[in-house]
T-cell receptor
Framework: DSGVTQTPKHLITATGQRVTLRCSPRSGDLSVYWYQQSLDQGLQFLIQYYNGEERAKGNILERFSAQQFPDLHSELNLSSLELGDSALYFC?????????????FGEGSRLTVL | EDQVTQSPEALRLQEGESSSLNCSYTVSGLRGLFWYRQDPGKGPEFLFTLYSAGEEKEKERLKATLTKKESFLHITAPKPEDSATYLCAVVDSGYSTLTFGKGTMLLVSP
């Protein structure tokens, strides 16, 4: 158990809909990362937050947005969903800001768009 | 742009048959190379961090090594419980974020 909690574990929805994925980082971790994993693309970095502020952006679509709240949990919002958005979405956390050292991953949220 | 290429994509071994997985990378100033293990339906689990060429790390049957262009994950006398996807990732001098390879799916048969 990494200490990172993600909900829901599975989500099935239709094209055009909007969903919210939630992540609670390990106790004491200030940095939260979101990754998307699909069969053909592997793990793709989406966005990083540190202590409530956005710190880095990767290949995140404009239809996607995220935020980190004062209690440090984070939410990833996916809107106008398309079939290609079906993937595993992982949240990860670490204590500090620098991208070195161990990154702790949650078990992921599997999104299926029909 | 950082690039990480892992080979082979899949590897099937018999229990006890040692082998190596490869991770080649192109980065602007390597600041760290990471190995993760991922079981089906689970999140990646950290194994090793390597920071400079010549460095080696070991954990049970796994040994990771690093050169200036690639890293190897050596698996000695593997067991079925070593079956998983092994992911390699790098961080560059900008400390921007981890860039992952697509992984090597390892299956160890009894």
């Amino acid at each position: 158990d990494s200490g990172v909690t993600q909900t829901p574990k599975h989500l099935i929805t239709a094209t055009g809909q909007r969903v919210t994925l939630r992540c609670s980082p390990r106790s004491g971790d200030l940095s939260v990362y979101w990754y998307q994993q699909s069969l053909d693309q592997g793990l793709q970095f989406l966005i990083q937050y540190y202590n409530g502020e956005e710190r880095a952006k990767g290949n995140i679509l404009e239809r996607f947005s995220a935020q980190q709240f004062p209690d440090l949990h984070s939410e990833l919002n996916l809107s106008s969903l398309e079939l290609g958005d079906s993937a595993l979405y992982f949240c990860a956390s670490r204590r500090g800001l620098a991208n070195t050292g161990e990154l702790f991953f949650g078990e992921g949220s599997r999104l299926t768009v029909l | 742009e950082d690039q990480v290429t892992q080979s082979p994509e899949a590897l099937r071994l018999q229990e006890g048959e040692s082998s190596s997985l490869n991770c080649s990378y192109t980065v602007s100033g390597l600041r760290g190379l990471f190995w993760y293990r991922q079981d089906p339906g689970k999140g990646p689990e950290f194994l090793f961090t390597l920071y400079s060429a010549g460095e080696e790390k070991e954990k049970e049957r796994l040994k990771a090594t690093l050169t200036k262009k690639e890293s190897f994950l050596h698996i000695t006398a593997p067991k079925p419980e070593d079956s998983a996807t092994y992911l390699c990732a790098v961080v560059d001098s900008g400390y921007s974020t981890l860039t992952f390879g697509k992984g090597t799916m390892l299956l160890v048969s009894p």
